[in-house]
């Protein structure tokens, strides 16, 4: 695989129980390159703890917000940090496995796409939550009948990008409604999608998981926000 480096933007909200393991899987993963940037989102559980004590000699960046804010404003946060030539979100749980990443960049480096999205159901057992995967069908159809895009996946965390294209984006989102934002805007900017099935683990709301029914009413609104 050619040179580059992989800039990983993880932003992480009240995560003790797993940025540690997150994070050392992050340094498992095949790239030899990458650039580790994490977000803490003002968290009161102790990860800044964690982050300082244990994490830090191992990563690259450690931004703090010193309000909670969301993910996509700690998304914000690390994709204006990001000096690599390609950039990955990942989540600071446990259901995304980054020993996809290898798989993730190759239609970037191979000049097939500008950005890839990683499908949790392209070809896929559904996982999860059934109300979970009967809201991210519709809510990804919705999306895809604004955008052009024929997405299984909109929601995905494993978002990968050119970084000059993310860059270029202006992020408004602070929440969940990051995700159909960022895929409406790229849908206008004309650049070429691709989307591969991952691998998913998914975790139950006692284990930590934060997306609620009020974040799909605004992940709705947000589709219909940015369609023009």
């Known amino acids: 695989m050619q040179d580059f480096t992989l800039s990983i933007i993880i932003p992480c909200y009240n995560e003790i129980k797993n940025i540690k393991k997150v994070v ?4 498992e993963s095949q790239i030899v390159s990458k650039e580790i940037i ?5 968290s009161t559980d102790g990860t800044r703890d964690i982050l300082e004590k244990e994490i830090r000699p191992l990563v690259s960046h450690i931004l703090y917000h010193s309000v909670n804010q969301g993910k996509g404003a ?3 946060t690390g994709f204006a940090k990001a000096s690599g030539d390609i950039v990955i979100i990942q989540d600071a749980d446990l259901e995304y496995d980054p020993r996809e990443y290898t798989r993730l960049v190759e239609p ?8 890839v999205y990683g499908s949790r159901f392209l070809n896929k057992k559904a996982k999860g939550y059934l109300s979970n995967r009967i809201a991210n069908k519709f809510l990804t159809v919705l999306s895809n009948f604004f955008t052009g895009f024929s997405l299984t996946d909109m929601e995905t965390c494993y978002k990968v ?10 992020i408004e989102e ?3 409604g990051f995700e159909p934002e960022i895929t409406a805007k790229l849908s206008k900017a004309g650049i070429r999608m691709k989307e591969i099935p991952i691998e998913y683990s998914p975790r139950l709301k006692e284990h930590g998981k934060k997306i609620g029914f009020k974040d799909g009413l605004r992940a709705i609104y947000c589709i219909l926000k940015y369609r023009h």
């Open 38 to 42: 994490i977000v803490d989102d003002c």
């Open 108 to 115: 970037i480096l191979k000049n097939e796409a500008d950005v």
């Open 161 to 170: 990008f050119k970084r000059e294209i993310i860059q270029s984006v202006k």
């Open 24 to 27: 050392d899987k992050v340094l």
């Open 174 to 176: 602070n929440r969940f």
């Open 74 to 76: 700690a998304l914000r």
